[in-house]
């Protein structure tokens, strides 16, 4: 699998199909989904199918990346960036293990995403979004230098849009 970056404790590569089972499970928890709008996959299966057509690194170059631990090859949650056809952004998100929060991985992730973002794919903004009530992530992307831009509706929920524009 084709890695993309590396920060001091992870590398990201690109999904695959052998991640279902993780990308199932991550996206099984109610804790993980609560600030998404997102629904939970149906099974393994449908999980499998979801990455089998998921083809943004061939279109765009990028996309969302599995997140793993140098140290010992876990699958840690994903990270990357998302272009959004109809509002010609692109967009910053992350989603972890809850037993790997509150230790930096989002934060370190989000920020060499975004680096990686401005310098080897040339973006010129970069934007994040984020329940308003979810403040870990929205300090995560403060961490990664993104700036507060407005309030959004974001899954019929009150939100928040953040930007970063390359200097």
Request: glycine content about 6%.
């Amino acid at each position: 699998m084709k890695k993309i970056l590396e920060t001091s404790r992870t590398y990201l590569r690109e999904l695959s199909t052998d991640d279902a089972e993780n990308f199932f499970l991550l996206n099984s928890d109610k804790d993980v989904l609560k600030y998404t709008g997102d629904k939970p996959f149906e099974s393994i299966l449908k999980t499998k199918e979801f990455l089998k057509n998921y083809n943004p690194y061939q279109e765009f170059g990028y996309g969302r990346w599995a997140v793993i631990d140098k140290s010992n090859n876990e699958f840690l949650g994903w990270c990357g960036l998302k272009f959004t056809r109809e509002l010609n952004e692109v967009d910053l998100g992350f989603r972890f293990f809850k037993k790997h929060w509150n230790k930096g991985y989002a934060s370190e992730t989000a920020k060499a995403c975004v680096d990686y973002g401005f310098e080897k794919l040339n973006l010129t903004k970069i934007v994040g979004r984020a329940m308003k009530e979810n403040s870990a992530s929205i300090k995560v992307l403060e961490k990664a230098g993104m700036q507060f831009v407005d309030i959004i509706d974001f899954e019929k929920h009150e939100g928040v849009l953040y930007q970063l524009k390359k200097q």
